[in-house]
């Protein structure tokens, strides 16, 4: 299903969608008028922790006293990312990612290059990267936030980390097709260079489309937070009702089972030196997550806008040094990456994960589970990406 044909004189083409009584929109959802109404689409998706048929219409209905408003549900994974690309091709002035950072993640993949600028409703469990832009973590404020957007339209560009692994490297039976790696990604050719002014001067940005390429906004990682991520992801109510704690749950029950004892060993190789671990966390900004609203450090020096990747590897997961790590994590005045166990990685352009023992290893991007690759190469894609917020 693709985006539905706007007519001049609508203001939306929810034709399924009734117009929700004005009495039972909450307080702070305020309708304003407009001379004119940039288009605005919102990909929804419906199956997202926090989202529900009651707070999509009177989010759209809100957006509706600024914007020229169309809202699609995704049906699969991946939709949101072919939904994007018909926007932009289409000329749409901003799109809305209402769902979580996975909706987030494919709504980048899809606008990549092109000058349609992306903005976040958070519906998902942490909405890490609308949080790093500065849209508000609670509903009725975020729209809001995009409501007063009419009058502030500043778009930025940001940069994405892109990780890329051989053909054929995601383990069959891991994770369904549609999940995983986007195969078939084309940009138009005329969006596969671009020349784009941030931070003062003109950077060239080449869009990378082939193999298996995926494009992260905030995080991804091999190891121990994967596994962890495979095994939220396959218990989407749990994660829905306890969000953070039920994380927090699987991640001592993932560290126990498969990581005290023999866990899968990597090779990362970085600005020369050759490191080996358990784990290896690569961040396009920070923070690396939210815990309900603090957030999680781990690794440091980097910023969206920054023009490079910061990291960590952790050497040993050990019952003595994992808990003194996660102290670390959320206490603001220590740092990961000084932990006798956690090398730090700042500056990074380019690095290189493989497995050591021939074991593959658990992926994750911006907290989504791909599968199991053997190697991974990393890069940073600067200002590849509009934003407004």
Known sequence: MGIPASTPTSTSTLTDTPSPDVSETPAGFGSQSAAVKRRMLIIVNPYASTVSDRLRHLVVYALQGRFEVDAVD??????????????????????????????????????????????????????????????????????????????????????????????????????????????????????????????????????????????????????????????????????????????????????????LLSPPRMEVVADGQTLHGVTTIVQNGSPFTYFQSHPIEIADGTALDSGSLCGCVLHRATPLSMPSIAVRAFWRRARVGRHRQVTGLNDLHELIVRSADERPLPLQVDGDYLGEVREVRYSIQPAALSVLA
Request: glycine share 12%; net charge negative.
């Open 74 to 259: 995704t049906e699969a994974r991946g939709h949101a990312t072919e939904l994007c690309r018909e926007a932009a091709h289409e000329g749409y002035d901003v799109v809305v990612a209402f769902g979580g950072d996975g909706t987030v993640n494919e709504a980048a993949n899809g606008l990549i290059g092109s000058p349609t600028p992306l903005t976040c409703l958070p519906g998902g469990s942490a909405n890490v990267f609308g949080k790093m832009l500065g849209i508000p973590g609670e509903l009725v404020d975020a729209t809001e936030h995009l409501l007063a957007l009419a009058d502030d339209w500043r778009p930025r560009r940001v940069d994405l980390g892109m990780v890329r692994t051989t053909t054929g490297d995601v383990e069959p039976g891991d994770v369904k097709s549609e999940e995983g790696w986007d195969r078939e990604q084309t940009v138009r050719a005329e969006d596969a260079e671009e020349t784009v002014m941030t931070r003062g001067k003109a950077i060239e940005t080449e869009i990378e489309t082939t193999g298996n390429t995926r494009y992260f906004t905030f995080a991804s990682g091999l190891g121990v937070d994967a596994s962890v991520v495979e095994r939220v992801d396959a218990n989407p109510r749990r994660k829905a009702r306890y969000g953070a704690y039920y994380f927090t749950w699987v991640a001592l029950r993932t560290f126990t089972r498969r990581y």
